[in-house]
Nanobody, 126 residues
Framework: QVQLGESGGGWVQAGGSLRLSCEVSGSTVNSFAVSWFRQAPGKEREFVAAIRWSGGHTVYADSVKGRFTISRDKATSTAYLQMNTLKPEDTAVYSC???????????????????WGQGTQVTVSS
């Protein structure tokens, strides 16, 4: 049973930084892609960033390029989302997702991911 354990959400002022963590357990992750999605109140869930475990290829939403960085630690099977220069519009529940065999063109689609974390709240005040 694959499980995703998230941590690192919280409250920060605009311009600040937070780092989210997503630990993958219950399976080897070499064939996985791990991503972050977010959902703000009253809005649809949207893609934020993804990384393919093997090779480290990354993809970002235009809204976070240059501010967010996704990475992974192979030794601990943990993916990270470093969020810098946060804006109030980044406020949302952030969820990590994982799946195997996801092709590059599907990395931004939530339907491609089989496993999901419980979500962590990120609040950015102006």
């Amino acid at each position: 049973q694959v499980q995703l354990g998230e941590s690192g959400g919280g409250w920060v002022q605009a311009g600040g930084s937070l780092r989210l963590s997503c630990e993958v357990s219950g399976s080897t992750v070499n064939s996985f892609a791990v991503s972050w999605f977010r959902q703000a109140p009253g809005k649809e869930r949207e893609f934020v960033a993804a990384i393919r475990w093997s090779g480290g290829h990354t993809v970002y939403a235009d809204s976070v390029k240059g501010r967010f960085t996704i990475s992974r630690d192979k030794a601990t099977s943990t993916a990270y989302l470093q969020m810098n220069t946060l804006k109030p519009e980044d406020t949302a529940v952030y969820s990590c997702a994982a799946g195997s065999g996801i092709i590059l063109s599907s990395l931004t689609s939530s339907r491609a991911y089989k496993y999901w974390g419980q979500g962590t709240q990120v609040t950015v005040s102006s």
